[in-house]
């Protein structure tokens, strides 16, 4: 990568953070410091500008050059990644949107509490929304030092190290500071030039090939040495048993995780209504399928027009295949309208790491001070104070986070992606299902079913081939690995179900019935919705 | 007066200049927690006497009468995909036409019926939902709001 690759992607990056800081401090001139603006817009936006956020806030540097990557050297495995982070979308439509828009507040919790004894559940929800935040945010942090440090030629240890701090200190200036409003609008910025950028490239791949999609195809095949093999699943996933059916329990977390993001479920509580809610899901389920039906095409063009050799050269995981297919698509590695495409590629990178790590830290913040901070402090705090807590609860897990992507530079993102979707399912989806439907449902279920899901994930995480016993794993030199699977969902989602029902049928306290009825009247209709 | 459109009230609440000190009519306490101290016998009563009523039953069981089979039927298809991708590759890498094999198009249809039930849930929601949801809604609060011995 020549000199002006980076000059020009610097620019840009630049050009981005200058804007996004823009946006900050316009946002915050007029802010009142009340927890309604900060955790939540104010409840203003409209489901179109909320549609964009919630994809800008879900379609992370994992997706658009991880899976593109992914399918660039493996072929059809690839997109069954894409498809389960697609089908996600309609358990969040049916049964999550619009009733926690109706129960909650600002947080998960919230929307439990409601039914319960306030300061277990609270406590509960609370650590595992901070957990799963905090694991989804390293992953985007070791994503962009990686990235970052590739694009732009330098691979040293320092400029990696440098990034991590850089993304680091940009997420919090954005949240401290604008809070959702500065956040919502970085998103919306972000997956306009993101979904611009994709569709600059598949246009100019559609081209190329006069729209044949099928000769596309083919000469992906051709090229990836492996002929109709490489159409076909198997190329990545179809070794041993274990092999298998750890991508099975992989699906599973991607399908039910997404239901459990906190900063996923954060954005429904930036608009008036459960209506908007729904239409803002909409919005986002079009603009999340487009997207990724187009990472597809571009992921076999990449395998079609650059080759697999040429992919694994540059990176073995295969994350540099967008940008190399953009330096070619644009001319060549020595043409203006290569430079030009792979910079615009490079910065489109940038900005979705960036925006990703701003919406998960200002959630996380969120679950530190409205659930942790309110419950374990004894006196009430006033609300002012709290967004105050929320502030500097934000510069906190900026520093944990940048501290933890330091030390973890060396696992793979996808791992992580997968193990904070498998957290996510686990401890958050069956405490929320289960308040929301189950009428016998009671404290002691709900903490149950929270920890019955979250202490398994991270155990079996730990007794696993990530962290020891074999040449990849965190510490190789010991062997404490008990569990043959990288991902825990497959045992950790049923385990977090089974604890809530366990839980509930042993606890002798009695239901409240107003107080289901209360949930149930509040999250159908909207009635005494904040 | 604000009362008359509860969308209003919902709007209304959300501009947060006193964020909750002046608390919304049938939100919660200032300390964002108010949906528990809402538990008030009136309240209480009003909410059970709602869900008991024939109007909530009704949009109740419209909900489920779509729901539950939706989520039965997109995971399991889901999951039916995942499966036979990864235990059965030879079924998946059976050529259709061309390039394109079973593989291919069952992707593709994941997508297409991803699209096609977000669709169908949106008209179901709003034609047969959505009204009778809003006036529950205005009712409840009504009910809520004299239960409580008016206004503020």
Redesign the interface.
Same mark, same amino acid.
């Given at each position: 990568m020549t000199g002006h690759h980076q000059t020009l992607a610097l620019l840009l990056f630049s050009g981005f953070v200058a804007v996004t800081l823009a946006i900050t401090t316009w946002v915050s001139r007029n802010r009142?410091g009340?927890?309604?603006?900060f955790y939540?817009g104010? /409840?203003?936006f409209s489901p179109l500008e909320n549609g964009f956020a919630i994809a800008g806030d879900y379609v992370s540097a994992a997706s658009f050059l991880g899976v593109t990557g992914l399918i660039a050297l493996y072929g059809?495995d690839g997109?069954?990644y894409v #498809?389960?982070f697609? #089908?996600a979308?309609?358990?969040v439509?049916?049964?999550v949107a619009?009733l926690v828009r109706n129960?909650g /507040?600002?947080t998960l919790a919230?929307v439990v509490?409601?039914r319960m004894s306030?300061r277990p559940v609270r406590i509960a929800a609370g650590t595992s929304s901070v957990t799963v935040s905090v694991l989804y945010l390293v992953a985007q942090m070791v994503g962009a030092g990686s990235l970052v440090a590739l694009l732009l030629g330098g691979t040293s240890a320092a400029a990696r190290a440098w990034t991590v701090v850089g993304v680091g200190a940009l997420m919090v200036i954005y949240v401290s500071l604008g809070g959702m409003r500065a956040t919502t609008w970085i998103q919306i910025v972000k997956a306009v030039l993101l979904l611009s950028g994709t569709v600059a490239l598949t246009v100019l791949v559609l081209l190329r090939f006069h729209g044949d999609l099928?000769?596309l195809?083919?000469t992906a095949?051709e090229r990836s040495g492996h002929g109709? @093999?490489f159409?076909?699943? @198997?190329l990545k996933? @179809?070794g041993d048993w274990t092999a298998?059916l750890d991508?099975?329990s992989l699906?599973?977390a991607l399908?039910l995780g997404t239901a459990g993001l906190p900063h996923i479920l954060s954005r429904f509580y930036t608009v008036? $209504?459960a209506?908007a809610a729904?239409?803002s #899901?909409?919005w986002s389920? @079009?603009l999340i399928?487009g997207f990724?039906?187009m990472t597809?095409v571009l992921g076999f063009s990449a395998a079609a027009i650059v080759g697999p050799e040429a992919v694994r050269g540059s990176n073995v995981a295969g994350n540099t295949a967008v940008p190399l297919l953009a330096l070619d698509l644009g001319g060549g590695a020595d043409s203006t309208g290569g430079t030009v495409l792979f910079a615009v590629v490079a910065a489109v990178a940038f900005a979705t790491i960036l925006a990703v790590v701003a919406g998960i830290t200002l959630a996380s913040s969120a679950s530190v001070a =409205?659930d942790l901070y309110?419950s374990l402090r004894r006196s =009430?705090?006033k609300?002012?104070s709290?967004v105050t807590v929320a502030r500097v609860a934000s510069v906190g897990i900026g520093v944990v986070a940048i501290a933890l992507g330091l030390l973890a530079r060396d696992l793979n993102v996808a791992f992580l992606v997968g193990l904070a979707f498998a957290v996510a399912a686990s401890a958050n989806l069956p405490v929320l299902l289960y308040s929301l439907f189950w009428r016998g449902f009671t404290t002691r279920g709900a903490v149950w079913s929270v920890y019955g899901g979250l202490v398994p994930a991270l155990v079996l995480v730990v007794l696993s081939p990530v962290v020891s016993g074999g040449p990849e794993s965190l510490f190789p030199g010991v062997d404490f690995q008990y569990f043959p699977l990288q991902n825990p969902g497959i045992v950790s989602i049923p385990l977090g179900f089974l604890a809530g029902w366990l839980g509930t049928v042993t606890s002798a306290e009695v239901p409240?019935?107003?107080?289901h009825?209360?949930t149930?009247?509040?999250s159908? $209709?909207?009635?005494?919705? #904040? | 007066m604000r009362y008359d459109d509860?969308?209003y009230d919902?709007?209304a609440?959300?501009?947060?200049?006193? *964020?909750?000190?002046g608390a919304?009519a049938?939100?919660?306490g200032? *300390?964002?927690?108010g949906?528990?101290e809402?538990?008030v016998p009136a309240?209480? *009563?009003i909410?059970?006497e709602?869900?008991r009523s024939a109007a909530?039953q009704e949009?109740?069981s419209r909900?489920r009468r779509f729901?539950v089979p939706?989520?039965l039927l997109?995971?399991t298809w889901?999951?039916g995909?995942?499966?036979t991708?990864?235990?059965a590759?030879g079924v998946?890498?059976r050529?259709v036409a061309?390039?394109?094999?079973v593989?291919?198009l069952a992707?593709l249809g994941?997508?297409l019926t991803?699209?096609v039930?977000?669709?169908a849930?949106?008209r179901h929601?709003r034609l047969r939902r *959505?009204r009778a949801?809003?006036e529950?809604?205005w009712d409840?609060?009504e009910l809520?709001r004299s239960a409580r011995g008016g206004t503020s």
């Open positions: 009142r009340s927890a309604e603006e939540a104010g /409840r203003l059809y997109m069954l #498809v389960g697609f #089908v979308w309609l358990l439509l049916f049964l619009e129960c /507040r600002f919230d509490v409601a306030e099928d000769r195809l083919l095949a109709d @093999g159409l076909a699943p @198997g996933y @179809g298998r991508f099975i699906g599973l399908v008036p $209504t209506r729904r239409r #899901v909409l389920i @079009g399928g990724y039906l597809i =409205h309110a =009430h705090a609300p002012r709290e409240d019935e107003a107080k009825a209360e149930e009247v509040r159908l $209709t909207g009635a005494g919705a #904040v | 509860p969308w919902a709007l609440s959300g501009w947060g200049e006193t *964020d909750g000190v919304p049938t939100g919660g200032p *300390d964002g927690r949906a528990k809402e538990g309240a209480g *009563d909410y059970l709602v869900q909530f949009v109740r909900y729901v939706g989520v997109f995971l889901y999951v995909y995942v499966v991708a990864t235990t590759p998946m890498a050529p061309g390039a394109v094999n593989a291919m992707g994941q997508f991803t699209f039930l977000a669709w849930y949106a929601a *959505d949801a809003l529950l809604r409840t609060q809520t």
